[in-house]
């Protein structure tokens, strides 16, 4: 583990970050690893707060992963960008207009990382044709600071970044390895869109990754997961410890509320 954790935990504000978590996640952390292993990154709040020396992260959005992969290659240049971006509504609006694949790599990952800080809720969603049309938040959240990107970027050197689905991330893993995995909570009825179309968690995926985690760690892999508090997870993985934690989470609708939600932690190994 390297001494260079972010102050502000992440570089993306993400809808369904675990930041709350992370002293939880982080006293449940296995004793030793090899490799870190997230394939479901998003803002990768636990990998920032703990700075792993070495590590696989993943997402099916590959967004977020180019907004990883361009701090990496030169993280001034996205601070760069990111110093030119008024903090208004206009900026907001006309950011969210432009088609991210007509941008290089940094203004595409300074754009992202912009929108998010202002958009509602920090909500990543997109429409049918893959536009993000999430509006404004009533503030914008204060950019990453040339110092937190320096700092990401060093910490992101010792990984490998995998824009895929996470079976894809999860193959890459081997014995001693700790994989964490924060799926998408399972949805069901009229799908809205919610980390953006193709990245759909429905009853098929869930079961594939109840599948995906026995299979880990029967083959000597430390695995922790976090999901809303669910009895059918709970019996899926059967002889896996379970950690009940509630968590103060806003409510993505009309008004925002904060409720407090049970949630839970599973590990297939035994606590420190
Ligand atoms: C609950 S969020 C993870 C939040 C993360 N732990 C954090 O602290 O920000 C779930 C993430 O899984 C990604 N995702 C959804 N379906 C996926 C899939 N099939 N494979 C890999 N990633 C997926 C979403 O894009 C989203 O970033």
Sequence with gaps: MNDISLKRPTILRWSGSKAKLVPDLRRLSPRTFNRYVEPFAGSACL???????????????PMVIDVYRAITRDFHAVADVLDTIP????????????????????????????????????????????????PMG????ALPTREELSRAAAMLGGATLIAGDFQTTIAESTAGDWVYM????????????????????????????V????????????VMVSYQYDERLIDALKGWCVHSVTAARTVASKTASRVHAREMIMTSYPSK
């Design 47 to 61: 990998f920032f707060s703990m700075g792993p020396a070495r590590a696989i992260l993943g997402d099916v959005n």
């Design 87 to 134: 903090m208004t509504g206009d900026a907001f609006y006309t950011l969210r207009a432009i088609d991210p694949a007509t941008l290089d790599l940094t203004y595409r990952a300074a754009r992202l990382i912009f929108l998010m800080k202002a958009c509602f809720n920090g909500v990543y969603r997109t429409n049918r044709s893959g536009k993000f049309n999430v």
């Design 138 to 141: 009533s503030r914008v959240y």
């Design 182 to 209: 924060d799926p998408p909570y399972r949805q069901a009825g009229r799908y809205r869109g919610e980390y953006g179309y193709g990245a759909k968690f429905d009853d098929e995926a869930f079961e594939q990754f």
């Design 211 to 222: 599948v995906v985690a026995e299979k880990l760690a029967a083959r000597g892999v430390q």
